[in-house]
């Protein structure tokens, strides 16, 4: 994908999670071939950063040589989400890794998903409360849920207002029945509806029941993120550690130096969150508090509490060329109001598009034309309140506190 700094490389969510040596291999590589910066996104991937159309097929040899994209350049890669605490003891019903192995299997048998849009999108969900990932769009879902004979995946289809569940499937099958699923939507879908909540409900319910499922009814668990820094479990046990890059950004030396922390504190590998964090299992709270410690001074967040997390802020200008402002600088400036303000989330977006978030924010900043439009409880697309300048941003802050 072509930005404003060049092209985007992303690399797929790593069965088991990074391990250390893969993540000093991603930041070598992110030096040598892009400019060194790399996103966390939405999706839980990793991206790099200003890739060169020179540069891009040196890069990609370099990720098959270290296990990092698929050897096969023609393999069926589409997103595919797992649960960040998978692994961590956060009570999950099944191994999600094996799940995402096995669908990863079935993908490789079907090449006809190569015509699968380029967003489309899978989740595992390893049946856990804490991270649940049922807030987190996909258009299929593949999640652990407990009966009379033990744990089983019950399937949920994207639409317009929730998931639409189905099931439950048998663990062993579960893979092939999203293969399947994927397969009918490419077969039912007109040219213009690339997303599963694109099809009307009738079609939904023609697929589930051409894979042989049924309605199922799910309760909506919370969608509370995991926090950050260490983590327990329901009975104090420290089972994981959490940090964030602010607004989904790192460098290359950035990864380094937590790849050396994680390696310090024994953390075997860390899984990518789609709230822009990192999170990996910890022996002990001593391991923990020095990996911690190490991503603190690193520069990653590793407090709940810190501002930024509250704000959503696409890379911005210059780095898109959609952008015309710098976002990060806007959200960097309002961070420092937003307790006073009142406000429990906000989005700064570079344009109207709104590919940080798309859900509403109590206030959103859009870029327009090197100014920012405002928005209050919206999205980045709906009617600004008032149109500021950049250097009235200070002053906004002050007469909104004072108004």
């Given at each position: 994908?072509?930005t ?65 994209i698929?050897a ?15 692994g ?6 099944l ?10 299997v ?33 258009d ?14 019950a ?20 893979p092939?029945?999203?293969?399947a ?37 799910l ?83 590793c407090?709940?509490n ?20 710098d ?9 420092d ?15 109207v ?19 920012l ?19 009235e941003?200070?002053a ?8």
């Open positions: 994908m072509e404003g700094d060049g092209l985007l490389l992303r690399l797929p969510a790593r069965v088991g999670g990074f391990r250390a040596d893969d993540m000093a291999a991603i930041a070598d590589i992110a030096e040598r071939y892009g400019n060194g910066l790399i996103d966390l996104t939405r999706r839980a991937n990793i991206q790099l950063r200003g890739v060169t159309a020179e540069s891009l097929e040196h890069a990609q040899r370099d990720l098959r040589d270290a296990g990092l698929p096969d350049a023609s393999a069926v890669t589409p997103s595919i989400m797992v649960g960040p605490l998978t961590c003891g956060a009570g999950d019903l191994d999600a890794d094996t799940l995402h192995e096995r669908l990863l079935a993908l490789s048998g079907a090449p006809e998903l190569h015509a699968l849009p380029a967003k489309f999108s899978f989740n595992i969900d390893g049946g856990g409360e804490v991270a649940a990932l049922d807030g987190e769009r996909a299929i879902h593949l999640r652990a849920v407990v009966g009379t004979s033990g744990a089983s995946v399937v949920g289809l994207d639409t317009p207002g929730a998931i639409a569940w189905f099931g439950p499937a048998e663990i062993e099958a579960a092939a029945v999203a293969v699923l994927a397969a009918g939507f490419l077969a039912r879908r007109q040219p213009d509806q690339r997303r599963m909540r694109d099809l009307p409900a009738t079609s939904i319910a023609k697929l589930a029941d051409a894979c042989g499922l049924t309605p199922l009814v309760p909506l668990r919370s969608n509370s993120r995991p926090q950050l820094g260490m983590m327990s479990d329901g009975r104090g046990r420290v089972i994981a550690a959490g940090v964030a890059a602010p607004f989904g950004r790192l460098s290359a030396a950035m990864l380094r130096r937590l790849a050396s922390c994680a390696t310090e504190a024994g953390v075997a590998s860390l899984r990518v969150s789609p709230w822009r964090s990192l999170f990996g299992k910890v022996a002990d709270p001593a391991a923990g508090a020095r990996f911690v410690a190490g991503a603190t001074e690193t520069g990653f967040i407090d709940g810190d501002p930024l997390l509250a704000i959503d802020a696409c890379p911005g200008a210059p780095q898109c060329s959609s952008a015309t402002v976002t990060h600088a806007v959200a960097r400036a309002v961070a109001h937003m307790a006073v303000l009142g406000l429990r989330s906000c989005h700064v977006s570079g344009c598009k709104g590919c940080a978030r798309s859900a509403a924010a109590d206030l959103t900043l859009v870029g327009n034309a090197g100014a439009s405002v928005v209050s409880a919206g999205t980045a697309r709906d009617m600004p309140i008032t149109v500021i300048h950049l250097d941003l200070p906004f802050c002050q007469r909104t506190v004072h108004a």
